[in-house]
């Protein structure tokens, strides 16, 4: 058994430019012209909406010479259909190099333009039905036919489709014009039915390319092109790409969506631009998950959905938006150079390095370089939160260990564990996977996740932790931590909410609000391919790990 995929493969890729626009035509056609009894109806439909996606990209001298070459060849009804409606060289080329049976001929005519019609009258090789259909041998054959009926096609086919009487003979020239005129008039009185009736099947047609959707449902190769779609037409998303993210005005991803697709992690409204067809053309949301084989595991691609983005999620900002956020991302600049020299004099005080000091005068510098680095740890976390709005953070890739992880926790959260006599005991298995992200971006993350539960703690609270490496098709760091007893009961809704704070001293609380953090955190994890998860008890982090090493069962306590 074969299977023949040609046409899917011609198909695969997003729309082509210049000379090889007018090659896939080219091969579009000739591959639907030559075997249409062997094309699914989806096929044939995705070929017809890549020939129409094509068609502004070729010129007409191509696609003439196309049809030309399919002389004799072309046996696809709906592709002949589909070319008589373009200009009229392009229409009397495919007349001329179709090959359909008479019965085939019979069921195509009704569909053709009047071009079409017009120029089946000249060929000599019409079969009888055909013959009948067209009344050529009422009117006395193709050669006398074709001169009288030309400037009113479309009105004497209605007429003669009405005519269910004998064919006559061969009339004169005088009773064959009273005969014309008589019929004109009969057409006149029942064409305005005919043409509300006309209007509304060409609506009808014309709305399955012209209308937009707000839903698909789509499935990719392993390589992460598009193979399967529900909703629009096959043609118009079929063989775009989620793998590479998209540059310029063409179709693909965003960086987070294509990272997801190299890591096999989930997708979650990651933005999607489709172009083409009207249907599809603009930018979607896109949520997707791997799907594996059940009897070897092996990575198949994805299955997922995409909707069109609310109106709070619109990618498209506008020039305002942008300048906001070059203006706030100008201010924390600004406010870091007086922080940063307000700090360094603190330092020089508080460690005596320009001569001896009171306590009480290093006190108060220690205090005021304390509250100086909150405040800078505050505009560094807008400045990232409006990186990522803007999508400008990127997760570089690479590896972290996980035991110079914890050394690095453990000194940037010293001071602030002993400021709220916090006890932070974290256990790790062994072996973890080293997280497959660079370090800044790893110590980044946990810093201000566990800075954020030791604020929530109530003083000389305890808080638990454990670290693992999780196997699977994509494995995962697995970092769990129980809740702070100061949220405890706190919906996850309410804990992300950005206006969300805890009761305590100004000090005591993150600069910018305990719900801000979290769900920078949340957007951090994201960024990197990982997730933050709140439930009753636990808040759960996940990040990539790398793909080598064994898991042993050997448990370590970091306290």
Sequence with gaps: MRYDDRLKTVLKGSLPEGNAAALQWRQVADL??????????????????????????????????????????LR???????????????????????????????????????RGNNSLRARSDLGPLTRDVL???????????????SANDDMIEDVDAQDNGEPEKKPDDASQISTLVARIEDYQRNREAKVA???????????????????????????????WAEGPPKGAIVGVTIAEPTFDDGPGPDAYGAAAFRQRMPLENARMRLCGAPIVAGDWRMSAIPYFGDETGRFKGY???MRRPNAAEDARQNSLDVERREQLQQLIHELRTPLNAIIGFSEII???????????????????????????????DLDIAAKIDAGQMESQSGLTEPEWLMERLAQRLQSLTESKSVDLHMTKAEPVRPFALESESVERIFARLLSAAIIACENGEE?????????????????????PSRIQGVSEEQLLDPSHGIEGDGSDTPLLGLGFSLRLVRNLAKSANGTLTISDERIALTLPAATTSEIGVKETEFE
Excluded at 135 to 149: Q, T, V, Y
């Design 32 to 73: 639907m012209a030559q075997k249409p009894g062997r094309l699914v109806n989806d096929d044939v439909q995705s070929g017809l909406t890549r020939l129409r996606d094509l068609h502004e990209r070729v010129d007409e001298t191509d696609r003439i010479a196309a049809v030309q070459a399919l002389n004799g060849r």
């Design 197 to 227: 009736q006309s209007s509304m099947t060409d609506a009808e047609h014309r709305s399955y390319f012209v209308d937009v959707i707000d839903g698909i449902n789509f499935e990719t190769d392993d390589s992460g092109t598009i193979i």
């Design 350 to 380: 508080e460690q005596q390095l320009f001569g001896p000091a009171s306590f009480e005068y290093r006190t108060l510098s220690r205090s005021i370089m304390d509250e100086a680095q909150r405040l800078l740890t505050g505009f560094e």
């Design 463 to 483: 808080l638990r932790a454990d670290l693992r490496t999780r196997i699977g098709s994509q494995p995962v760091n697995y970092f769990s931590l129980s809740r």
């Design 76 to 114: 696809s009804a709906p592709l002949l259909v589909y070319l008589c409606a373009d200009n009229d060289a392009v229409c009397d080329a495919a007349i001329t190099a179709a090959d359909l049976q008479d019965e085939e001929w019979v069921d195509v005519i009704p569909q053709l333009s009047p």
């Design 135 to 149: 009344n050529l041998d009422a009117w006395g054959g193709a050669d006398n036919s074709a001169p009288l009926i």
């Design 303 to 305: 299955r997922g959905v």
